[in-house]
């Protein structure tokens, strides 16, 4: 069976390209960079290339400000655990409430640890609230970590302007963005776009490189204490020896998207705009979350009213539809996404959505066989509901107060 694959906010296929850049880097040029000899000194090269070019993706940003991670998680625990580490006086820290949970977990194990954490919140749309931002800031606050895009929305938050009040509050303040479902699909330039962002993440999966390499931007000046202890790797800030052939591949990935963002933007949005305006037509009561936002142009995170997501995502599976019903690390809890509720999504909602999420390999093919099967699976679905009305194709007229 051939597969349709649109869960790309959860992992992205490696690109050919990608996959060429990495392989001598497997076979032939195997050496550890930190060796002495000439063989070893030239992947150490490598390195260096691939880094420099990554700065310079990130709008010519000084390449000694690029640290090498193993995932986007590891980029976020370093930039939070790093930062009250490294500024031991303020114990204060500002997130949201629909953060990725490599960024929630983390907070709130620095709650258990003293720190005080505040946690906003989000309208209907995914919107952040910047009145309840800037009364949150304080002369304690240590740290800004908010999101630049929602992995299961797309909603995109304003980080230029959310990191530029932040400064102009408090100079001292670290702003820090998980930009793992940004950097390849957006525009992102530290020197100019976003020069008030101290900390950036990323990860190689979610842009066509393999997993087990990420990225984290640390601007020249700000307090940053290392995360992991060990040898003299990535100028003392992380120890581990490098993983050559994944940051050749992350360099490369990062290099093709930015070549074709704009060719790709457009295609995508396309594709992605298509499915929901027929999904939308095709199956009644169902709510597009995040529609009056600003969103990644490869996402649609649909609801759809009384009946569950896992039921949907068994059936797409088994006509070889890959889609997800939120974030793929939640994906083995039963409780509905934390997202969806911080958005108050209704509760004849909130368990019925699923994310579709597109890459530059999805075609008109791949939407044409979402859209000739899911509404028919929602038919059926919905045929075993007790708060659907079959005859008339609508909810019960009761079916509000049932699910209560």
Same mark, same amino acid.
């Given at each position: 069976?051939?597969?349709?694959?649109?869960?790309?906010?959860?992992?992205?296929?490696?690109? !050919?390209?990608?996959?060429?850049?990495?392989?001598?880097?497997?076979?032939?040029?195997?050496?550890?960079?930190?060796?002495?000899?000439?063989?070893?000194?030239?992947?150490?090269?490598?390195?260096?290339?691939?880094?420099?070019?990554?700065?310079?993706?990130?709008?010519?940003?000084?390449?000694?400000?690029?640290?090498?991670?193993?995932?986007?998680?590891?980029?976020?625990?370093?930039?939070?655990?790093?930062?009250?580490?490294?500024?031991?006086?303020?114990?204060?820290?500002?997130?949201?409430?629909?953060?990725?949970?490599?960024?929630?977990?983390?907070?709130?194990?620095?709650?258990?640890?003293?720190?005080?954490?505040?946690?906003?919140?989000?309208?209907?749309?995914?919107?952040?609230?910047?009145?309840?931002?800037?009364?949150?800031?304080?002369?304690?606050?240590?740290?800004?970590?908010?999101?630049?895009?929602?992995?299961?929305?797309?909603?995109?938050?304003?980080?230029?302007?959310?990191?530029?009040?932040?400064?102009?509050?408090?100079?001292?303040?670290?702003?820090?963005?998980?930009?793992?479902?940004?950097?390849?699909?957006?525009?992102?330039?530290?020197?100019?776009?976003?020069?008030?962002?101290?900390?950036?993440?990323?990860?190689?999966?979610?842009?066509?490189? !393999?997993?087990?390499?990420?990225?984290?931007?640390?601007?020249?000046?700000?307090?940053?204490?290392?995360?992991?202890?060990?040898?003299?790797?990535?100028?003392?800030?992380?120890?581990?020896?490098?993983?050559?052939?994944?940051?050749?591949?992350?360099?490369?990935?990062?290099?093709?998207?930015?070549?074709?963002?704009?060719?790709?933007?457009?295609?995508?949005?396309?594709?992605?705009?298509?499915?929901?305006?027929?999904?939308?037509?095709?199956? !009644?009561?169902?709510?597009?979350?995040?529609?009056?936002?600003?969103?990644?142009?490869?996402?649609?995170?649909?609801?759809?009213?009384?009946?569950?997501?896992?039921?949907?995502?068994?059936?797409?599976?088994?006509?070889?539809?890959?889609?997800?019903?939120?974030?793929?690390?939640?994906?083995?809890?039963?409780?509905?996404?934390?997202?969806?509720?911080?958005?108050?999504?209704?509760?004849?909602?909130?368990?019925?959505?699923?994310?579709?999420?597109?890459?530059?390999?999805?075609?008109?093919?791949?939407?044409?066989?979402?859209?000739?099967?899911?509404?028919?699976?929602?038919?059926?679905?919905?045929?075993?509901?007790?708060?659907?009305?079959?005859?008339?194709?609508?909810?019960?007229?009761?079916?509000?107060?049932?699910?209560?």
């Amino acid at each position: 069976m051939k597969i349709t694959y649109l869960d790309n906010n959860a992992t992205t296929k490696v690109a !050919p390209e990608v996959y060429e850049a990495m392989i001598p880097y497997l076979t032939e040029d195997y050496f550890n960079p930190s060796s002495m000899y000439e063989p070893a000194r030239q992947t150490g090269d490598a390195i260096a290339e691939a880094r420099k070019s990554i700065a310079d993706a990130l709008g010519h940003v000084d390449p000694k400000e690029i640290l090498f991670t193993g995932c986007a998680t590891e980029s976020n625990n370093t930039a939070i655990v790093g930062s009250a580490n490294g500024n031991p006086n303020r114990k204060h820290i500002i997130t949201t409430a629909v953060e990725h949970p490599a960024v929630l977990e983390v907070c709130r194990e620095m709650e258990r640890n003293g720190y005080q954490v505040t946690y906003l919140g989000v309208d209907r749309a995914g919107n952040l609230d910047m009145k309840e931002f800037i009364r949150s800031l304080s002369q304690t606050t240590l740290l800004v970590s908010i999101m630049h895009a929602n992995n299961e929305t797309g909603v995109v938050f304003p980080i230029e302007q959310l990191s530029r009040i932040t400064k102009q509050t408090d100079p001292s303040i670290i702003f820090h963005t998980d930009a793992t479902q940004t950097v390849g699909k957006l525009p992102i330039d530290l020197a100019s776009g976003l020069p008030y962002v101290d900390l950036l993440s990323f990860s190689g999966h979610k842009l066509h490189a !393999p997993k087990g390499i990420g990225a984290l931007f640390i601007r020249r000046g700000t307090r940053c204490r290392p995360f992991m202890l060990g040898g003299h790797q990535e100028d003392g800030r992380r120890g581990g020896t490098e993983n050559v052939p994944y940051i050749v591949g992350l360099s490369r990935a990062l290099t093709l998207a930015m070549e074709r963002r704009e060719e790709d933007e457009a295609r995508i949005e396309k594709l992605r705009d298509r499915l929901e305006k027929e999904l939308l037509e095709k199956i !009644p009561s169902v709510q597009v979350n995040g529609h009056d936002a600003p969103r990644l142009p490869n996402t649609l995170n649909i609801s759809i009213h009384y009946i569950e997501g896992e039921g949907m995502l068994f059936q797409l599976s088994s006509f070889g539809i890959c889609a997800s019903s939120g974030s793929a690390c939640t994906s083995g809890s039963l409780e509905p996404s934390h997202v969806l509720r911080a958005m108050k999504v209704p509760f004849t909602a909130v368990h019925g959505s699923m994310r579709f999420s597109l890459s530059r390999y999805n075609t008109d093919e791949d939407i044409d066989k979402v859209l000739e099967v899911f509404p028919q699976i929602v038919t059926n679905l919905r045929k075993l509901s007790p708060y659907w009305d079959n005859e008339r194709n609508l909810p019960r007229a009761d079916a509000s107060t049932l699910v209560q």
